[in-house]
């Protein structure tokens, strides 16, 4: 081949981008020769094609059905919270009655570290709290009578504790003075 001045034109070469353009499009044909091929053999293309459909809308419901069980699982836990928000703002009901209003100062009052196990009997009758027993200290029956008395749904206390050198509050009437 020659030019405008009738000389002889030098072949070019192919830049690398070239080369590669040209290599990525034969392998491009050749996979979409062999899908088409894979997909629209007579034998077995339809079980193929319905195979893929199936596949495919499988691999679109399942972010969205993943996705739905997130969103839910976050308005339980947001509702959860609400509700703890609501049920800490609102009154305390009282107890339905004397032995859950027992149970409550128990587990209020006696089960902190403050104040532990002790020995004291707790009887309640229309929301009054009776607390008997033994202690050492004079101060502990202090607190613990101001713990009982803020426990919600107490309307009274009555307090018969008392320490190992004195007598119980509800026995010093009845007995008889010594001569």
């Given at each position: 081949m020659r030019n405008r001045f009738g000389r002889r034109r030098r072949a070019r070469r192919p830049t690398a981008q070239q080369t590669v353009f040209v290599v990525v499009a034969a392998v491009l044909g050749g996979l979409v020769g062999a899908v088409a091929e894979y997909l629209l053999d007579p034998a077995r293309g339809h079980a193929r094609r319905a195979g893929l459909r199936?596949?495919?809308?499988?691999?679109?419901?399942?972010?969205?059905?993943?996705?739905?069980?997130?969103?839910?699982?976050?308005?339980?836990?947001?509702?959860?919270?609400?509700?703890?928000?609501?049920?800490?703002?609102?009154?305390?009901?009282?107890?339905?009655?004397?032995?859950?209003?027992?149970?409550?100062?128990?587990?209020?009052?006696?089960?902190r570290r403050h104040f532990g196990r002790r020995s004291v009997n707790i009887d309640a009758v229309d929301g009054v709290v009776t607390l008997r027993g033994q202690l050492d200290d004079r101060d502990?029956?202090?607190?613990?009578?101001?713990?009982?008395?803020?426990?919600?749904?107490?309307?009274?206390v009555e307090n018969l504790l008392h320490t190992p050198d004195t007598a119980a509050p509800n026995v010093v009437g009845l007995q008889r003075p010594e001569r």
């Open positions: 199936e596949r495919s809308a499988a691999a679109v419901r399942r972010p969205v059905k993943r996705a739905r069980r997130t969103a839910t699982r976050n308005v339980a836990h947001l509702r959860g919270r609400a509700r703890r928000v609501g049920h800490r703002l609102s009154a305390s009901h009282p107890p339905a009655d004397d032995r859950t209003l027992v149970d409550r100062v128990r587990s209020e009052v006696f089960d502990a029956i202090r607190d613990i009578e101001a713990a009982v008395g803020r426990v919600a749904g107490v309307r009274g």
